[in-house]
């Protein structure tokens, strides 16, 4: 969990001088592409600042990640996971917007409290992909074992002879 935010919005020049800056603090701080819009993060005066958070993944699979989240304070779930448009997030079973972090990994908005959090995989080209080759499966398997058949009935008259 993190709960301080950087937002450089369109800018890959400015976002990568940041980083590499020696202002950028990837331990406390994330770095977002767009800004989250009205959200309350707490303020940090002190770094000792340190809210009481706890992030269990209960299950990751290739299209699905399930996380549980406690946290003290409301901020940002962070991870080390590519950022592609394809995932989808949901925070108690409601949608949420990913956001683009550290250039090219990803987080979303969590206000304090107790949450379970699903990050699923939902591409409709990988659908399309998959109902095209579920349709085509029957004829290919067909096939094989229609020319199979032939093969072995050519095999079987040629040692008949």
């Given at each position: ?17 940041y ?53 003290s ?39 304090k ?40 009935k ?8």
């Amino acid at each position: 969990m993190y709960y301080d935010i950087k937002v450089i919005e369109n800018d890959s020049i400015a976002l990568r001088k940041y980083m590499e800056s020696n202002e950028f603090d990837y331990k406390r701080t994330l770095v977002l592409e767009k800004n989250p819009g009205n959200i309350k993060l707490p303020v940090i005066i002190d770094s000792l600042f340190n809210p009481k958070s706890n992030v269990k993944i209960s299950d990751y699979k290739n299209d699905k990640i399930l996380i549980d989240v406690e946290s003290s304070e409301n901020g940002f779930l962070f991870l080390s996971e590519i950022f592609y448009p394809s995932w989808k997030a949901f925070i108690d079973g409601k949608e949420t917007e990913i956001f683009r972090t550290d250039f090219s990994l990803r987080s979303i908005y969590l206000e304090k409290g107790n949450h379970k959090i699903e990050f699923r995989y939902s591409s409709d080209v990988y659908r399309v992909g998959k109902t095209v080759s579920l349709i085509i499966l029957p004829f290919t398997l067909i096939s094989l074992i229609y020319f199979g058949l032939r093969l072995r009935k050519k095999e079987n008259e040629i040692t008949e002879k």
